[in-house]
């Protein structure tokens, strides 16, 4: 007689229930999905009810199952086991040590000249949120060029591509020569633009070093210091606005946000665009409290670094992990010019689980 679950009684698959549709679900033969998409051939949803499992082995780490509607399947129980515990071949998040890691540079001559050099690039990204890439043309539209060998680049209001110059009546204050404290780019947006580049034309003007903070490292250090202020930092929605002549862009989320399993997932930080909600006194007392708090460590060098961005060389960092900023500059001591594009993380994502399955 079938069984709607299996127990597999040693391994890596003994504490787990695998159940018959969700099994079926997972045949990967030609005659069930399609090989160049690994799309499926048929509708799982028609599977039927009772559908059980009339027999399993084991031989050589491959699972093998007969199906009560007479299909057989071959299942990796390793991919089950990484599927089930939600392993990801993508690199896990570091925690920054400012005082013993170097600033991460790649040579764009390499980077695309073989794929483990990319390979490591990307993991190095999702590692610690961020790359600087030298040895590009100094030229304008290469951050496009350097963006789309990697994938599609996301275009906002501001068009494909921005120019980051000091200029009369900017429509947001990049485009001015002022200091720029630790900011997320975009938090009004929906969703927030994943992936930020940022290539240097020229930086000949005293002032304008670039800084780079990490979000999740400010995030960890709050829930293990300073747990009242992440509670509520954590819980809070509040309101992010952008406004021009053009267009209103509003947009309610928490400054740190986490997902389902109430991990990091992203920080928004920009207090020139962020309103709370009116909330009863003792919890806007805390939240702004918290919030003075966040800024003071986002603005720390404990979880910044801070580096000239020259002629060249493209940032890539992760907006929804890193903040960014920059020290004032003078336009009249010489011309800054950096211009500037978005892609998404899945751009990224799909790039490095290529490479790490080639």
């Known amino acids: 007689m079938g069984k709607k679950v299996i127990n597999i009684k040693e391994g890596k698959l003994s504490e787990f229930k695998l159940h018959?549709?969700?099994?079926?679900?997972?045949?990967?033969?030609?005659?069930?999905?399609?090989?160049n998409n690994l799309q499926?051939?048929?509708?799982?949803?028609?599977?039927?009810d009772n559908l059980l499992i009339n027999a399993h082995t084991i031989n050589k780490n491959i699972l093998n199952v007969e199906f009560s509607d007479g299909t057989k399947g071959?299942?990796?129980?390793?991919?089950?086991?990484?599927?089930?515990?939600?392993?990801?071949?993508?690199?896990?998040?570091?925690i920054w040590d400012i005082k013993k890691d170097n600033l991460k540079i790649f040579d764009n001559n390499q980077i695309f000249e073989n794929d483990?050099?990319?390979?490591?690039?990307?993991?190095?990204f999702y590692q610690y949120g961020y790359v600087i890439i030298k040895n590009t043309k100094p030229e304008e539209n290469e951050v496009i060029n350097f963006a789309e060998k990697l994938g599609p680049v996301r275009s906002t209001n501001f068009g494909k591509l921005f120019n980051v110059v000091s200029?009369?009546?900017?429509?947001?204050?990049?485009?001015?020569?002022?200091?720029?404290?630790?900011?997320?780019?975009?938090?009004?947006?929906?969703?927030?633009?994943?992936?930020?580049?940022l290539h240097c034309i020229s930086n000949e003007s005293m002032g304008g070093d670039s800084s780079l903070i990490d979000g999740f490292s400010v995030s960890n250090y709050?829930?293990?210091?300073?747990?009242?202020?992440?509670?509520?930092?954590?819980?809070?929605?509040?309101t992010f606005k952008f406004t021009d002549v053009d267009t209103i862009l509003v947009d309610k989320a928490k400054l740190i946000e986490l997902d389902h399993n109430n991990n990091f997932r992203q920080i928004r930080f920009s207090g020139r665009l962020d309103y709370a909600p009116l909330l009863d006194e003792k919890k806007l007392d805390l939240f702004y409290s918290a919030r003075k708090y966040m800024f003071k460590l986002c603005n720390s060098d404990i979880f910044k670094i801070k580096f000239r961005l020259s002629k060249g060389m493209i940032a890539m960092f992760d907006n929804l992990r890193l903040l960014h900023g920059r020290t004032k500059f003078d336009p009249n001591t010489g011309f800054r010019h950096l211009q500037g594009c978005y892609i998404d993380h899945d751009v990224t994502e799909g790039k490095l689980r290529r490479l790490l399955k080639s």
């Not at 018959?20 to 090989?35: K, M, P, T």
């Not at 071959?74 to 089950?80: A, G, H, R, T, W």
């Open 20 to 35: 018959s549709i969700w099994l079926r679900e997972r045949i990967n033969g030609a005659e069930f999905l399609d090989q």
């Open 40 to 48: 499926r051939l048929y509708e799982p949803s028609l599977l039927e």
């Open 74 to 94: 071959s299942f990796n129980i390793d991919d089950l086991y990484n599927e089930i515990k939600n392993i990801d071949v993508l690199p896990q998040k570091k």
């Open 116 to 124: 483990s050099e990319l390979t490591r690039m990307l993991e190095i």
């Open 167 to 197: 200029k009369p009546n900017p429509n947001d204050l990049a485009y001015t020569a002022l200091e720029l404290t630790s900011h997320s780019d975009n938090p009004y947006r929906r969703p927030v633009p994943g992936i930020q580049l």
């Open 222 to 238: 709050l829930k293990q210091n300073e747990i009242e202020f992440y509670k509520i930092l954590t819980e809070t929605n509040i």
